[in-house]
């Protein structure tokens, strides 16, 4: 006759306690409200490489117009663009324009070119490349806000 012996001894219990998960998604959590708005802010600064990059070449025409005509001018399809006054950057989180120096008011001494943002760059501020090598970011509201150089 077999008689069926019981284990008097309980085998551990395996896996993790709720409180273990809970502190896991807990530091998960932390962890993520620090990097997602750091992340954002990055990829923010370079998206801004795109409207950098035209705001750059309009001032390079800008200038080969001035060295030939001896005044710089809004008109963006007489430096060379397709369009007369806004011209979609390359990935396209930009608009780009011409307008006279906020200082100045006259397009014969001082320009500007302006990159406005589009798309997911809304709220990071109105780029700026003046003839006299001002880089500014101005407030979107007022565009003659500086708020910082880039």
Same mark, same amino acid.
């Given at each position: 006759m077999n008689i069926l012996r019981s284990n008097?001894?309980?085998e551990p219990a395996k896996g993790f306690t709720l409180i273990e998960v809970m502190i896991v998604v807990a530091i998960i959590a932390i962890l993520a409200s620090i990097a997602y708005p750091a992340y954002q802010n990055?990829?923010?600064r370079g998206r801004q490489a795109d409207g950098i990059a035209l705001i750059?070449?309009?001032m390079q025409a800008q200038e080969r117009r001035f060295i030939n005509e001896l005044s710089y001018t809004v008109d963006l399809t007489e430096v060379g663009f397709n369009a007369e006054n806004q011209i979609p950057s390359?990935?396209? &989180?930009?608009?780009v324009s011409a307008r006279a120096c906020p200082s100045e008011n006259d397009t014969a001494r001082c320009i500007e070119?302006?990159?406005?943002p589009q798309g997911p760059q809304v709220g990071s501020g109105i780029l700026g490349? /003046? /003839? &006299?090598?001002?880089q500014n970011i101005y407030k979107e509201a007022d565009n003659d806000s500086v708020i910082q150089t880039w």
């Open positions: 008097s001894r309980s990055q990829m923010q750059t070449q309009v390359e990935d396209g &989180f930009y608009q070119a302006i990159a406005v490349l /003046s /003839s &006299f090598g001002e």
